[in-house]
């Protein structure tokens, strides 16, 4: 039998290993990033009906723009966005995808900030597109005068910015925002994404990158639906951006990407997206909670606007994620050595996680 060695492969490609987390079978799984509430069921029968309704035409193609979807996420966002304005994919990863497929390619540069989401060196790769982890501040924060003297330095094409940030949870703000904005349209002309996958668990009246659309032609807002809607396995992601960009993505989409049953699904949540949030707060509570019993037990847990928590002061995290995985819980060891990131669950999940740790440090 071959092996991957033995395929023709792209020189680049060879010796890599694709992207995953664990997937395994335990009693509290926090190494996601996962909505660990279940959506209510009021709404999953809303669902159920809409996708048992779209059953009836597979035998066609789904719409292939996605109209009445587009329209949901653009009255959901609001900002005065219209439907031009809005794309979907399967996940914000294929969202990501599209826009170096459009935007990327050889000769051209895109630079983030790392440690960020690993996903954005995977998906620049796969289109054979330079990719660069421009440094971040102590403790992982950004300033404007950072992030234009990054971008003045390197010069990218395609600027990538995750707010807040994954895996450290740091928030962005909208200065550093304008200030990338600037500087990329200065020396290069190239755009600007923010990824804003998990903006729903900031806190109240948060601005967001979607106030600094006007104006912006080359500026991108990407969301999920995977974190705050609970909705992970429909594999959701959408943008907003100005109509030409949305053209663009449309140039390198694959036909009838968004199957008939995933927008039913989508727009059965979205007309339900009060319900779907319900729980944004208690998620906030936890991660909050999260950040003053880890500082109480001497461990040093980074500022975070997500739903989870990246945290240091482990001397050995490799075999504090394994004694945690022993005792059921699962979270996540991002490779920034002494820490580990763990997910805000609920209450009862969250209080397992702390009792367990304090036994593994105890012991």
């Known amino acids: 039998m071959p092996n991957l060695d033995d395929l023709p492969l792209r020189d680049d490609l060879k010796g890599r290993k694709p992207y995953g987390a664990p997937q395994l079978e335990v009693p509290i799984a926090l190494n996601v990033n996962e909505n660990t509430h279940r959506i209510p069921r009021e709404v999953i029968e809303d669902i159920f009906s809409r996708i048992a309704h779209a059953t009836l035409q597979l035998n066609r193609y789904p719409d292939r723009e996605f109209l009445g979807l587009r329209k949901a996420f653009a009255d959901y966002l609001g900002h005065d966005l219209t439907v031009e304005q809005i794309w979907a994919a399967n996940g914000s ?16 540069l895109a630079l ?28 992982y924060e950004l300033k404007p005068e950072h992030v234009r003297e990054q971008i003045l330095k390197h010069k990218p094409n395609t600027v990538l910015l995750c707010s807040p940030n994954n895996p450290t949870g740091t ?3 909208l200065d550093c925002i304008e ?12 755009i600007v994404v923010v990824d804003e996958a998990y903006a729903e668990f900031a806190p109240t009246n948060t601005l967001s990158a979607l106030t600094l659309l006007p104006g912006r032609e080359r500026l991108m807002v990407s969301r999920t639906m995977s974190k705050a809607f609970a909705f992970a396995g429909a594999r959701v992601g959408y943008l907003a951006a100005d109509p030409a960009v949305v053209d663009a993505l449309r140039l390198v989409r694959l036909p009838y990407h968004l199957s008939a049953l995933t927008q039913a699904a989508a727009e059965g949540a979205l007309a339900h997206s009060a319900a779907m949030l319900q729980t944004v707060d208690d998620i906030r509570v936890q991660r909050d909670r999260l950040i003053v019993e880890l500082t109480e037990m001497g461990l040093d847990p980074y500022r975070s606007e997500a739903n989870f928590v990246l945290f240091g002061g482990l001397q050995d995290s490799a075999a504090t994620w394994q004694a945690l995985l022993d005792r059921g819980i ?34």
């Not at 990863?93 to 051209?108: M, T």
């Open 171 to 173: 928030p962005l703000s």
């Open 112 to 139: 983030g900030f790392g440690p960020t989401y690993s996903m954005y060196s995977i998906i620049a790769l796969g289109f054979e597109t330079d990719y660069l982890d421009a440094p971040r501040l102590d403790r």
């Open 179 to 190: 200030a990338a904005y600037e500087a990329v349209t200065e020396v290069t002309g190239g």
């Open 330 to 363: 699962l979270v996540r060891n991002v490779g920034i050595p002494g820490t580990l990131r763990v997910t805000a669950g609920t209450e009862s999940e969250t209080t397992a996680f702390l009792s367990s740790l304090r036994e593994v440090l105890a012991g």
């Open 93 to 108: 990863n294929e969202i990501i995808q599209q826009i170096i497929q459009a935007f990327g390619g050889p000769g051209r």
